[in-house]
């Protein structure tokens, strides 16, 4: 075997180290829970209001008179779902 095989097998030796090193420093350096609270909290009051379009309240509308109307519609509805 050359010399340029050592040199690599300590390259892979030398880096394996460095890896399990680095994965073994888990803890946290600050604590996540007040920007997470405070994340949920800006969200909740940033929520927009959910506003509906006037042609979909019509929509609905003319569906429910039509169920209304034609209750013979239901049971084919139902079998569609």
Do not use: C
Request: cysteine-free; glycine content about 4%; charged content about 20%.
């Amino acid at each position: 075997m050359n010399n340029g095989g050592h040199e690599n097998e300590f390259e892979i030796r030398r880096l394996l180290k460095e890896s399990v090193s680095s994965a073994a420093r888990t803890e946290l350096s600050r604590d996540l829970w007040p920007e997470v609270l405070q994340r949920l909290t800006s969200e909740t009051q940033a929520m927009p209001r959910l506003q509906v379009p006037w042609f979909d309240w019509v929509l609905a509308a003319v569906a429910g008179a039509a169920l209304v109307v034609f209750p013979g519609v239901i049971p084919a509805l139902f079998y569609h779902f």
